[in-house]
C-alpha cells in the first residue's frame, strides 16, 4: 500500500508537455535494469528506451510495442554492425520515427541538453518562452516572465527578436555560468528597434501567474502549471491569491490565458480550476491500479483502486490550500495550438460543465494522458506515456479541446498592428453572460 501511495504522489507531478526543462526527469527514480557489458552508445541509448517503453508505456496507442522494438532493433543491429563505436546519433535516426509511429503526443524523444540549452535559456534566464517566426532564425515572443529580464526591459509580447548580439536567435550560444549583457534587435508595429538585457546566471526559478486590469475586467495569465521544486500546488495557491485580488479590486468579469501554456503538475491545474468549480476531479489509469484525484474547495483528496484485488486500497485528504477563493463572475478562456497537457485539462474542466467559453485555437491534444520523464544516455531524455486519464463516469478525456469560439492566435498581426484578437473576442464575450 505505501509503493501504490507513493507512486500516486510521483503521478500527481507528473502530467507535463514536452516543453519541460530536463529536471523534471530527474524527480522520481526509475527501476533498475541489466546492463550488458561492452556495448555501443548507439546500443545504450536504444536499450534504456525499450526498457522504459516496455516497463512503463500505458498509452493509447494501438501499435505492438514489442514488436516495433524488435524490428528497429535489428535494424540498428545491422546498421552498427561492425562499428564498435556506433553513435547516439544513429539510435535517435531508429528512434525518432519509432516513437512518431506510436502517435502518442505525450511519449518522445527529447534531443541533447547542448542542443536543449537554448530553450532552458529562454524561460530561465532572459525571461521569455519564443515560437519561430516567419524569417529564418527569427522568434516571437509568446510569454514574458513576470520580473523578468526581458520584461525589466520593455519587451512585449508579439515582439520578434531579429538578432542577439549580432546573431540570429536560432543560432546564439549563451554563456551559462555568468551574467550576460544581451544587445537585442527587435521589431514591433513595422520599425527595428534595440533594448539592452541583462541576465543573471542560470538557476532555477518559476514563471508565476500574473493579473492585470483594463477597467473592470481581470486578464490572469497562466503560463504554466509546471514548478521546479515546492510542493506542485505553488502556481495553483498563486492563482487564488490573485483571484483575491481581483475580488478585492471588484472586478466584474475575467479573461484567464492558458495560450502557450504547455502544462505542469496536475495539483497545480486542478486547484487553479477548482477556484472556479468547486468540487471536480477525475481518474488515472495506470498499470497497477485505477488512482483517484478530487478537489472540492480546495481540499485535494486522493483515492487508489487495485485493478487486480478490486478493492480501494487508501482513501486520504492529503492537502488544504489557503485562502479558497471563489470566483462566480463572468469568465472566458484563451488556448491556442500550443496550450498542452495541464494547460488542456483547465481549459475542459471549465468547459466540460459550462462554466468560461473557451476562446481560440485547437490544443495541442494531450490532455487525456500522464507523462513521466527519463534521463538517457548522451544527455538525451524522454517523456513516456505512463497512463490515461478518465472522468469518473468512466468516459476519457477529450485528447485536445475545441473552443467555443474560433479565433486564430495571430502573431503577426500582434506584432505588426499591436492587435490581440482573441483576448479582445474574450473580453467580448464576458460582457455577454
Known amino acids: 500500500m505505501h509503493t501504490l501511495k507513493t507512486l500516486t504522489l510521483a503521478l500527481l507531478t507528473l502530467c507535463s508537455s514536452a516543453a519541460l526543462p530536463t529536471s523534471a526527469a530527474q524527480s522520481t527514480p526509475a527501476k533498475t535494469e541489466d546492463k550488458p557489458p561492452l556495448e555501443s552508445d548507439a546500443a545504450q541509448l536504444f536499450r534504456r528506451v525499450g526498457y522504459y517503453l516496455t516497463e512503463y508505456y500505458r498509452g493509447p496507442t494501438t501499435v505492438k510495442v514489442d514488436r516495433l522494438l524488435e524490428e528497429n532493433r535489428v535494424r540498428l543491429d545491422k546498421t552498427c ?10 539510435a535517435e535516426k531508429l528512434i525518432r520515427p519509432m516513437i512518431a509511429a506510436l502517435q502518442d503526443g505525450h511519449t518522445y524523444l527529447m534531443p541533447p541538453q547542448e542542443s536543449r540549452f537554448w530553450n532552458r535559456y529562454e524561460e530561465y534566464r532572459m525571461g521569455v518562452n519564443l515560437r519561430p517566426y516567419m524569417d529564418a532564425g527569427a522568434r516571437v515572443i509568446v510569454n514574458l516572465w513576470q520580473g523578468g529580464a526581458a520584461q525589466q526591459a520593455g519587451l512585449k509580447r508579439g515582439d520578434v527578436i531579429l538578432r542577439i548580439n ?12 555568468r551574467p550576460n549583457r544581451l544587445k537585442v534587435l527587435l521589431e514591433r508595429r513595422g520599425k527595428h528597434f534595440t533594448r ?17 486590469q483594463r ?10 502549471f509546471f514548478e521546479d521544486g515546492g510542493d506542485g500546488s505553488e502556481i495553483g495557491r498563486e492563482v487564488h491569491l490573485l483571484l483575491e485580488q481581483a475580488n478585492t479590486r471588484k472586478l466584474e468579469r475575467l479573461v484567464v490565458d492558458v495560450r502557450d501554456n504547455g502544462g505542469g503538475q496536475l495539483t497545480n491545474c486542478m486547484l487553479a480550476a477548482n477556484a472556479f468549480v468547486p468540487e471536480l476531479g477525475y481518474k488515472l489509469r495506470h498499470a497497477l491500479a485505477d488512482l483517484s484525484f478530487t478537489y472540492k474547495k480546495g481540499v485535494l483528496t486522493l483515492g487508489g483502486n487495485d485493478l487486480e484485488q478490486h478493492r480501494l486500497f487508501f482513501q486520504q485528504e492529503e492537502a488544504r490550500i489557503g485562502p479558497y477563493v471563489r470566483w462566480n463572475k463572468p469568465v472566458a478562456v484563451l488556448v491556442n495550438r500550443d496550450t498542452a497537457s495541464c494547460g488542456e485539462i483547465f481549459a475542459y474542466l471549465l468547459q466540460r460543465v459550462g462554466r468560461a467559453s473557451i476562446i481560440g485555437e485547437k490544443t495541442y491534444g494531450v490532455s487525456n494522458s500522464a507523462t513521466r520523464f527519463f534521463e538517457l544516455p548522451g544527455d538525451y531524455a524522454m517523456g513516456v506515456t505512463i497512463g490515461q486519464l478518465h472522468n469518473f463516469d468512466g468516459s476519457r478525456l477529450p485528447p485536445f479541446i475545441t473552443p467555443n469560439t474560433l479565433v486564430k492566435d495571430d502573431l503577426e498581426l500582434l506584432n505588426k498592428r499591436g492587435w490581440d484578437g482573441a483576448l479582445e473576442r474574450g473580453i467580448l464575450e464576458t460582457a455577454r453572460k
Do not use: M, Y
Not at 166 to 177: L, M, R
Not at 215 to 224: A, D, R, S
Open 81 to 90: 554492425a561492425g562499428h564498435p563505436r556506433c553513435q547516439f546519433g544513429t
Open 215 to 224: 477597467g473592470k475586467v481581470g486578464i490572469l495569465k497562466i503560463p504554466t
Open 196 to 212: 539592452v538585457v541583462t541576465t543573471r546566471a542560470w538557476q532555477p526559478e518559476n514563471d508565476f501567474p500574473s493579473l492585470e
Open 166 to 177: 549580432g546573431v540570429k536567435p536560432s543560432a546564439f550560444a549563451p554563456t551559462p555560468d
